[in-house]
Every structure is written in structure tokens, then in C-alpha cells.
């Protein structure tokens, strides 16, 4: 079983819509957790970091569950600017240092 | 600019060939690590050096060998690269401690080594 799971999609939504995406993690020691977006041949950014009390950005709202160990994340009213892969990643600790850990990423195409 | 940056961007060689990476940040982190981004996209950790001292090193072949000459520098290199090390190569840069706390610090990516081996 892979440490981060996500949908790999793509998901194709047209410009407006809502968009979720899910992830589940298996390492209950994870303490942190995120979402990463990749443009195409691009590197991965921080979008947000997830909170148990859940927290939203703008048009993005990420939500943790660490009993069921699933993170999401949902994007309002979806430009053709988010069109990426959104990377959901874990972080624990090893040997005192952080360690990231992250899915294979679902890819959103958002259209005209 | 301050940033994260890799040289170069594009390598291709052939087989049984040995080859570096190169990486610097300006951003004053104390730690820096080498990520593996395969054909399936998927985005795994290497290598990580805190203050030129190797912390994190991963299942990887010996023929990776990293060298942080510095803080700001983290290098990657790859003796008798072999077909399946062709992947895009990607360092990155956090601050992990300041002030004695241990929290999350974002990790800085650089832009990426496109590696293919012939």
C-alpha cells in the first residue's frame, strides 16, 4: 500500500465548477499535512497546509480527518489557471528532522 | 533572484556514463535534499542535508552520491547512470529549526534536472 493515495484523475471540470480531491495517508505518525500544486514541467509549490479545524484560501478549502486519515482539498468557482496536478504530501519526523511524503498527484484540466 | 537554483536544466547521456547535478539556494535554509520525480510522476525523497551534515538518505543505489561543500550547496552525482535513472532531478531547500522549534517549514523547490539516459 503506497504511504499517500490519491485519484491520479484527470478530472475535467468546465471554468466555475466545484472540484474536490481526496487523499488518505497510512502512517498515523504523520504530524503534518499539505497540498503541493505542479504545473507541467514545473516544479511542485505549496498551495496550503491542512488543519484539523480545516482552513480555506480564497477559493480553496482543505480539510483533515486524522482519525479516518483522509485529507481533502475543494476548489470553488475552478479559472483555467488551476488547471495542474495537486500533490497531497504528509510530513513526519525522521531522526529529529522532517520528512515529506507525497501521493502521485491528481491532475485537474479545467476548461473553457 | 533569491531562489533555488539547478544546473542543468536538460542531461542526456549515455549509459555506463558518470554525470553531476548541481544546486544552490540564496535563501539562507540550513537544509537542502535531493527528490526523484519518475515517469509516473511520483515524487520521492533521496537525500536530505542539514548544515552539510547527511540526515536523510533513502533506499538509493550507491551510485548516487551527494556532497554539500556548504549550506547553500547540495550536489548530486550519479556514477554509471543506468536506463532507469532517467527522471527529472529535483532539489529543494527548507529552514527546518529556528529558535529551537521543530515545525513545519515550507519546502522550497528548484526548477528541476531533466535526466535521460540513451
Known amino acids: 500500500r503506497k504511504e499517500v493515495e490519491q485519484d491520479p484523475g484527470p478530472f475535467n471540470v468546465p471554468e466555475g465548477a466545484t472540484v474536490a480531491f481526496n487523499c488518505t495517508y497510512s502512517n498515523s505518525a504523520s504530524q503534518s499535512f499539505f497540498w503541493y500544486r505542479q504545473d507541467c514541467r514545473k516544479e511542485p509549490k505549496l498551495l496550503m497546509s491542512v488543519y484539523s479545524s480545516g482552513n480555506e484560501d480564497g477559493r480553496f478549502t482543505a480539510q483533515l480527518n486524522r482519525a479516518s486519515q483522509y485529507i481533502s482539498l475543494l476548489i470553488r468557482d475552478s479559472k483555467l489557471s488551476d488547471s495542474a496536478t495537486y500533490l497531497c504530501v504528509v510530513s513526519f519526523m525522521n531522526t529529529g528532522f522532517q520528512k515529506l511524503v507525497f501521493g502521485t498527484g491528481t491532475r485537474l484540466l479545467v476548461s473553457p | 533572484d533569491t531562489a533555488v537554483s539547478q544546473t542543468p536544466k536538460y542531461l542526456v547521456t549515455q549509459m555506463g556514463n558518470d554525470k553531476s547535478i548541481k544546486c544552490e539556494q540564496n535563501?539562507?535554509?540550513?537544509?537542502m535534499y535531493w527528490y526523484k520525480q519518475d515517469s509516473k510522476k511520483f515524487l520521492k525523497i533521496m537525500f536530505s542535508y542539514n548544515n552539510k551534515e547527511l540526515i536523510i538518505n533513502e533506499t538509493v543505489p550507491n551510485r548516487f552520491s551527494p556532497k554539500s561543500p556548504d549550506k547553500a550547496h547540495l550536489n548530486l552525482h550519479i556514477n554509471s547512470l543506468e536506463l532507469g535513472d532517467s527522471a527529472v532531478y529535483f532539489c529543494a531547500s527548507s529552514q527546518e529549526h529556528s529558535g529551537g522549534a521543530r515545525s513545519y517549514n515550507e519546502q522550497f523547490f528548484g526548477p528541476g534536472t531533466r535526466l535521460t539516459v540513451l
Open positions: 535563501l539562507g535554509h540550513d537544509t
